[in-house]
């Protein structure tokens, strides 16, 4: 099946301190991935949309200045926190969808990544 | 905020039935997911409905009526490690997956 691999699985980091998260489609190709935050015991928020080769779409409320995403390939997006703080302390996690399905299909998932900032 | 709900916390016992229930409002529908998150991973693809009517895929089995706005999932025989939240999704007219909150489910022996 189709593999998403997401890299760190846990960061913890000083406060004011910038933090990469990659997502890379390991056996498809994907010209859309999805970011997505989730705090405890609450649902997935979508943070942005990553189309390759253009700029992210992102949803309302969230900075773009601050989580900057780069989808440089048809295989790898990357997220960063930049000057990170605690609250954004969260599990931040991208899914991928196959460029050949349809796009009713459904999502890929990383693994996710645990940001503990302190 | 989305109009998408389900029970937050849901206990059965091992090797019993249980069903998840969904209920959601939306004017596009592209499709009903459910996926599977145990603590501390990411979701795990279980099932899609697009169309009216029962899917069955093992132990689980997914419903879906469109016109009531209504999904569930049943699981079957269940195991210990079943134990986890099931989370239910609407894929929107953009193709937007919009996500309930989540149903705990604890199972007992």
């Known amino acids: 099946g189709a593999v998403v691999s997401q890299h760190p699985s846990w960061v913890i980091c000083k406060s004011g301190t910038s933090v990469k998260i990659e997502c890379r489609s390991l056996?498809?190709?994907?010209?859309?991935m999805f970011w997505y935050r989730q705090f405890p015991k609450q649902s997935l928020m979508l943070m942005a949309t990553s189309n390759e080769g253009s700029k992210a779409t992102y949803e309302q409320g969230v900075e773009k200045d601050k989580f900057l995403i780069n989808h440089a390939s048809l295989t790898l997006s990357t997220l960063t926190v930049t000057s990170a703080h605690p609250e954004d302390s969260s599990f931040y996690i991208c899914?991928?969808?196959?460029?050949?399905?349809?796009?009713?299909?459904?999502?890929?998932f990383g693994d996710g990544t645990r940001l503990s900032i302190l | 905020g989305q109009n998408i709900d389900q029970p937050t916390e849901m206990t059965a016992t091992e090797g019993a039935i249980v069903q998840i229930n969904c209920t959601y409002q939306?004017?596009?529908?592209?499709?009903l997911f459910w996926y599977q998150q145990h603590a501390g991973e990411a979701p795990t693809f279980l099932s899609y409905?697009?169309l009216d009517g029962l899917e069955e895929k093992g132990r689980f089995s997914s419903f879906l009526s469109r016109s009531k706005g209504y999904s569930y999932l049943l699981l079957k025989e269940l195991q210990m490690k079943d134990s986890a939240s099931y989370l239910c999704?609407?894929?929107?007219?953009?193709?937007?997956?919009?996500w309930g909150a989540g149903t705990k489910l604890i199972i007992k022996p």
């Open positions: 899914s991928a969808r196959d460029i050949s399905a349809l796009e009713n299909q459904p999502q890929h």
């Open positions: 409905n697009v």
């Open positions: 056996d498809f190709q994907a010209t859309t």
């Open positions: 939306t004017s596009g529908f592209n499709g």
């Open positions: 999704a609407y894929m929107d007219s953009n193709y937007q997956l919009i």
